[in-house]
């Protein structure tokens, strides 16, 4: 969750909280008449529930004036291209256009394999026999 997010949310729950103290203060001040019993719901509930409005209303506004920038893309490793997995003879399969590493998976385990030798043939892209 975005830290804006997290402050905007944070500031209305802490206004609403005040909102709902300033008003159960207020309730218990207006059933009592004299000014003596009428302290403990001040001190209870009033001057904390306007420091909560005050405070929540701080963190609306910082989220607000925050800039708002877009996450950092994570940058790309270069890739690096694989060591040959086999330095034997290529292989093609009969009749095959393509040239094959022994390791393969197009040609391994094949008994019709063949070597390619001097074959004009297209290097294999599961493999990759030689750069192209």
Same mark, same amino acid.
């Given at each position: ?5 997290? *402050?905007?949310?944070?500031?209305? =729950? ?6 709902? *103290?300033? &008003? ?10 004299? =000014? ?25 506004? /910082?989220?607000? *004036?925050? $800039?708002?920038? $877009? ?9 690096? %291209?694989?060591? $040959? ?11 095959? %256009?393509? =040239?094959?590493?022994?390791?393969? $998976?197009?040609?391994?385990?094949? /008994?019709?394999?063949?070597? =390619?030798?001097?074959?004009? *043939?297209?290097?294999?892209? &599961? ?6």
């Amino acid at each position: 969750m975005p830290r804006s997010r997290i *402050l905007l949310w944070g500031g209305v =729950a802490a206004a609403a909280g005040g909102a709902v *103290l300033c &008003v159960l203060g207020w309730y218990g001040i207006s059933g009592e008449r004299f =000014a003596e019993r009428q302290l403990p719901y001040l001190a209870s509930c009033t001057v904390p529930g306007a420091a909560l409005i005050v405070a929540g209303a701080v963190l609306i506004a /910082a989220t607000l *004036l925050l $800039p708002v920038s $877009p996450p950092e893309p994570v940058p790309a490793e270069p890739e690096e %291209t694989p060591p $040959p997995s086999s330095d034997g003879p290529l292989l093609r399969v009969p009749g095959g %256009t393509l =040239a094959h590493r022994p390791d393969c $998976p197009l040609v391994a385990g094949k /008994a019709e394999a063949t070597p =390619a030798d001097d074959a004009p *043939l297209d290097p294999c892209p &599961v493999c990759e026999p030689w750069p192209r």
